[in-house]
């Protein structure tokens, strides 16, 4: 149910927008947020961001992501700048619905490669 795009190729230093769209009846009453998988590893957090536009970030990422929220579109962003090879993952989106629902969006690829 939600929907992301927005993943791809990109050199070191370049940037890249994700976004997730939800239908509006799981968007308004969650916390956003985007996660990331390494090969062999478990998902991780990125960031997330409340209805009320309050964000958190994990400290890799911190001055160089974004994340926002169109309450009216329903629609979560990520703003990847200054990406690293180390950035390279699958990108989930994600909601945390009323604080007992998890849902998922299919996986992006963030490729950073010279």
């Known amino acids: 149910q939600l929907q992301a795009s927005g993943g791809g190729l990109v050199q070191p230093g370049g940037s890249l927008r994700l976004s997730c769209a939800a239908p509006?009846?799981?968007?308004?009453?969650?916390?956003m947020g985007w996660y990331r998988q390494y090969p062999g590893d478990q998902r991780e957090l990125v960031a997330n961001?409340?209805?009320?536009?309050?964000?958190n970030y994990a400290d890799a990422v911190k001055g160089r992501f974004t994340i926002t929220r169109d309450n009216v579109r329903n629609t979560v962003y990520l703003q990847l700048n200054s990406l690293k090879p180390e950035d390279t993952a699958v990108y989930y989106c994600?909601?945390?619905?009323?604080?007992?629902?998890?849902?998922w969006g299919q996986g992006t690829l963030v490729t950073v490669s010279s």
């Open positions: 994600h909601a945390r619905w009323r604080n007992t629902v998890n849902y």
């Open positions: 961001i409340t209805g009320s536009h309050t964000t």
């Open positions: 509006g009846s799981i968007f308004r009453l969650s916390i």
